[in-house]
């Protein structure tokens, strides 16, 4: 492969993820919230994809790294944000147009403004970590891609679950502005969390990731779709758990 042509093929990736978040976000304002998760899930991919160009074909730039950044924030900051507004917004006016501006309540207009938190930390969390030293190893607060990949599921989850008492808790617009609002400053938290990936392959010096995996594969085979929103928290979880552990020692 032509040396020039290959340090370009992790910023086309990335440029991959930045088409995926624009194709969810104008599928989410039509209303195809469902195609737009999965634009969702398929930018997550690239997002990982162009991390891993880079490193085998040492193909690492200053601008790959501003453009991945600038390609996550609308992938998985403006994007799900989007989503979680037609969320609740269906929870609060049910599946219609928007009422006329000054028929929209102050509490009603806070429930729709609460869903970009989701944007704008996003912006906050991927500015800090493009300087911050500290997270080469590990992460400061909860990944952009991770954030965007629960409140993606939990459309997923709501539509399998129609019906049920999951559903309900997903169709309350007080349940996701709740949701919302902890994840969001979770983004931004003085909070380490392990990331996954792997120097060497063993058990002693990767034991949370491999323990994270394992579960994780758990749930995808006992409860499926709805295995995906409980895997963030159980990183979440393990993260805090293994953070109790490190200050013990």
Request: hydrophobic residues 60%; positive net charge.
């Amino acid at each position: 492969m032509h040396l020039g042509f290959k340090k370009h093929i992790p910023n086309i990736i990335t440029s991959l993820n930045l088409l995926s978040g624009c194709i969810s976000i104008v599928l989410a304002f039509e209303g195809y919230l469902l195609y737009a998760t999965y634009f969702i899930f398929l930018a997550a991919i690239f997002d990982f994809l162009d991390g891993m160009s880079a490193r085998l074909l040492k193909a690492y730039s200053i601008v790959g790294k501003e453009l991945d950044s600038l390609a996550d924030i609308v992938s998985f900051g403006v994007a799900p944000s989007i989503i979680v507004f037609h969320m609740i917004k269906i929870s609060l006016f049910g599946n219609t147009q928007l009422p006329a501006f000054n028929n929209i309540t102050l509490v009603n207009a806070i429930f729709l403004i609460i869903p970009f938190l989701i944007a704008i930390l996003s912006g906050v969390r991927l500015a800090k970590f493009n300087v911050d030293e500290r997270q080469t190893e590990s992460f400061i607060g909860l990944a952009v891609p991770a954030n965007a990949i629960f409140f993606a599921s939990l459309h997923l989850v709501s539509r399998i679950s129609s019906g049920s008492f999951i559903h309900f808790l997903l169709s309350n617009e007080y349940i996701l502005a709740l949701f919302v609002i902890l994840f969001s400053l979770l983004l931004v938290a003085e909070f380490p969390m392990f990331s996954l990936k792997l120097k060497n392959l063993r058990f002693k010096e990767n034991k949370i990731r491999y323990i994270f995996i394992v579960l994780s594969a758990i749930l995808l085979i006992l409860l499926h779709t709805i295995a995906i929103p409980l895997i963030i928290i159980l990183y979440i979880l393990l993260s805090a758990i293994n953070n109790w552990i490190y200050n013990l020692d």
